[in-house]
């Protein structure tokens, strides 16, 4: 009798060892990595650091953020693309590390559509276009117009690939030539048009939004589709130019072959997190608008519509990184 049971009880044990993860613990039984592929300190960092803290909440499980920036957000997703499908490590993504980097890399050390298991949009964070406070112009057609009495006369400052091919979709569309100068970081370009050395400029709307509203430059239309909930003054290039579309957004994804019933767990507490009004006015006061997808699969329909898109767009640009 008493073999008969230690059969049953080593048979169980080696039932349990071959259930999916998942089975055999409750998820999350551990802390989980955020990986955020910016330095601390910035728009980013400060949203991962937010939805993380609340998640950890939501979940019961500490959510440690693991800040790997460098190279336009390739390490960060490179590491996560690695990591092990457990849910123990995710990774914050923007629309450059997931519809915009493989049409700017010939080689890419992760493949964005085979390497993630999308779970959620969490935010939109447009850029503007900007201008010193000089500039004769107030809306973006009167900037178009200044650049067409002189073409080539006005400069665009950039410290983004996704800015720099804003500017390559405006000229574009609206027939122009705004010259492109690169920064390093958005805080140097900002700089550079307060001080007049560059009169144009597009930059995050996180960073121009409260200089604007004390008066010290001008912004004079969105990248996105729609005008924001937080800066309804603020119009859209596509109010001018339609079609006109290239927000960047923020998402939540993990390793593919992830457990269904563990992204399901973290798109339902994202959810929960950005349907909490104190995450939201935190996110709108900081220049973020809260986003959320339906569901997984509603976002995985999003990034390849994005995808779509922007590689007509890098490719009508002609830009390239490496």
Do not use: C
Not at 192 to 197: E, R, Y
Not at 244 to 273: C, N
Not at 291 to 307: G, K, M, N, V
């Amino acid at each position: 009798m008493r073999a008969h049971f230690g059969r049953i009880v080593f048979s169980l044990l080696g039932l349990l060892s071959l259930a999916p993860p998942g089975f055999a613990e409750s998820y999350p039984s551990r802390p989980i990595t955020l990986v955020v592929p910016f330095a601390p300190g910035g728009p980013a960092d400060f949203l991962g650091r937010l939805i993380g803290q609340k998640l950890a909440e939501n979940l019961g499980q500490q959510v440690i953020v693991d800040n790997r920036p460098g190279a336009n957000t390739i390490i960060g997703a490179q590491a996560v693309a690695k990591a092990r499908p457990d849910g123990y490590t995710v990774l914050m993504a923007i629309d450059g590390t997931l519809v915009m980097n493989p049409y700017l890399y010939g080689k890419l050390a992760y493949d964005p559509f085979k390497d993630f298991e999308p779970v959620s949009l969490i935010a939109l964070v447009p850029s503007v276009m900007e201008a010193n406070i000089n500039v004769p112009a107030n809306s973006v057609k009167e900037a178009v117009d200044l650049e067409k009495a002189k073409p080539g006369s006005l400069q665009i400052g950039v410290s983004t690939p996704t800015s720099q091919v804003n500017v390559g979709l405006l000229n574009t569309m609206a027939g122009t030539n705004f010259s492109v100068v690169p920064y390093r970081g958005g805080t140097t370009l900002v700089t550079g048009i307060l001080a007049g050395d560059i009169p144009l400029g597009m930059e995050s709307i996180n960073v121009a939004l409260p200089l604007a509203r004390d008066h010290k430059l001008k912004i004079l239309g969105l990248t996105g589709a729609k005008r924001l909930s937080f800066a309804p003054e603020i119009p859209t290039i596509a109010e001018t130019y339609p079609g006109y579309d290239l927000s960047i957004w923020q998402s939540i994804v993990v390793p593919a072959g992830t457990p269904r019933d563990i992204v399901d767990k973290l798109f339902a507490g994202l959810s929960q997190v950005l349907a909490m009004a104190d995450v939201r006015d935190k996110l709108l006061a900081a220049g973020i608008e809260p986003a959320s997808s339906r569901s997984p699969e509603d976002f995985a329909a999003f990034i390849r519509a994005q995808a779509e898109t922007r590689a007509k767009v890098i490719q009508t640009v002609g830009l390239k990184l490496d």
